[in-house]
T-cell receptor, first 115, second 111 residues
């Protein structure tokens, strides 16, 4: 079974803290993605990575950074957490970027609350 | 730009009812279309897809037909079960890395 795991299911942090969200996939996929999911807005892409050490901004990168030092691991970093970053964060991976093969495999999500 | 519009939820049905969740899209070219499902407490998973006009995707009793003339990809199931309760997302992909997502439709099936 293919698997994407995320380090925490629930996380509570304080405003101004530095927050690390970790994601690991075991499918040898080239591409990994970080989304946030908010009610009524669906999924919005924060960053993605198409290779080790390579990254691209998505639609809402402000306030976030990412790191991909190994193929299987993709980290999302909130440099200084703010209350408007309270959300569900989803990690995904895919074998190909092209549309026909663009099936993405998702982790269970991390629900982050920033107080 | 490209976009996906889904019917607002929640949609509440009784077991064995017929289900339709509407999805329409705007795109400049010829996108691939997807339905993903998110069961409670789990990550999203691909339910079905269609890659060209008139294709029908199907899985687990769900179907959706890629209609270019109406720019639609409605999700249907003939007889829903309580276990189908979930959030359903329509998405498209066109020519690049990105999946464009609808807002999601929550489906509640009552026994």
């Amino acid at each position: 079974d293919v698997k994407v795991t995320q380090s925490s299911r629930y996380l509570v942090k304080r405003t101004g803290e530095k927050v690390f969200l970790e994601c690991v996939q075991d499918m040898d996929h080239e591409n990994m993605f970080w989304y946030r999911q908010d009610p009524g807005l669906g999924l919005r892409l924060i960053y993605f990575s198409y290779d080790v050490k390579m990254k691209e901004k998505g639609d809402i990168p402000e306030g976030y950074s990412v790191s991909r030092e190994k193929k299987e691991r993709f980290s999302l970093i909130l440099e200084s957490a703010s209350t408007n970053q309270t959300s569900m964060y989803l990690c995904a991976s895919s074998l190909e970027l092209t549309p026909v093969y663009n099936e993405q495999f998702f982790g269970p999500g991390t629900r982050l609350t920033v107080l | 730009g490209n976009s996906v519009t889904q019917m607002e939820g929640p949609v509440t049905l009784s077991e064995e009812a017929f289900l339709t969740i509407n999805c329409t899209y705007t795109a400049t070219g010829y996108p691939s279309l997807f339905w993903y499902v998110q069961y409670p407490g789990e990550g999203l998973q691909l339910l079905l897809k269609a890659t060209k006009a008139d294709d029908k995707g199907s899985n687990k009793g769900f179907e959706a037909t890629y209609r270019k003339e109406t720019t639609s990809f409605h999700l249907e199931k003939g007889s829903v079960q309580v276990s189908d309760s979930a959030v359903y997302f329509c998405a498209l992909s066109e020519g690049n890395y990105q999946l464009i997502w609808g807002a999601g439709t929550k489906l509640i099936i009552k026994p």
